[in-house]
């Protein structure tokens, strides 16, 4: 029998061009075991400020495309830093397009966290996704603290967490939970 791949969605919550939040996200994707796809969003920045008046037959269409790879996917991996003690407003925004909406109840979703710092934004990310009904899969729960550090520092890093098998550990306890319809 040939079984579809899983799919994963990934949303970086710094729109950062030399972001350690989608660093850690692209290392995910090149550590991908067999079977697993990551497709990282490129759409979090194009997204208007939400504004409930603009739901229903008013929804923007970039918010439709978002909320469509939103459904297609099995899963969904959140990497994002901390911003004077929170969520930064963009992926907070991107968050709130979501909540009344019926693409995100029960969809599983893993962090990979990209600093050594940042336990803030953890806790209210995981009260705002328990909120909106996402299941968040602790089993799966990735850090690898290479913020602030430099480009070469960081590679060496994400070279080491691939090569020992860390980050395709934690995608293969996302894979198993998705499985078995945590
Ligand atoms: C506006 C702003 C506020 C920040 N506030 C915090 C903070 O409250 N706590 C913290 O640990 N780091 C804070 N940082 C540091 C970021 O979390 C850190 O720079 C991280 O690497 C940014 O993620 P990125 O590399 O993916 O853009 C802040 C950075 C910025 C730009």
Redesign the pocket.
């Known amino acids: 029998m040939i079984q579809r791949a899983i799919s994963l969605y990934a949303l970086?919550?710094?729109?950062?061009q030399?972001?350690?939040?989608?660093?850690?996200l692209e290392a995910l994707q090149l550590a991908c075991p067999d079977g697993l796809r990551i497709t990282i969003s490129d759409l979090i920045g194009e997204l208007p400020i939400f504004n409930p008046d603009n739901e229903g037959e008013r929804t923007p269409p970039a918010v439709e495309k978002f909320a469509a790879e939103i459904r297609k996917a099995d899963g969904l991996i959140v990497?994002?830093?901390?911003?004077?003690?929170?969520i930064?407003g963009g992926f907070k925004n991107a968050l709130d397009w979501l909540v009344s909406r019926d693409e995100v109840p029960f969809k599983p979703l893993m962090f990979a966290h990209?600093?050594h710092?940042?336990d803030?934004?953890l806790a209210q990310l995981t009260d705002v996704l328990q909120t909106m009904s996402l299941t968040i899969v602790q089993d799966a729960f990735l850090r690898l603290p290479i913020?602030?550090k430099s480009d070469e520092t960081q590679a060496a890093m994400l070279l080491e967490a691939r090569e020992s098998g860390l980050l395709s550990t934690s995608l293969n306890r996302f894979r198993q939970a998705i499985a078995a319809g945590t």
């Open positions: 970086s919550g710094s729109q950062r030399a972001s350690a939040s989608r660093r850690l990497s994002c830093p901390e911003y004077a003690h929170g930064p990209a600093s710092r940042g803030l934004v913020a602030g």
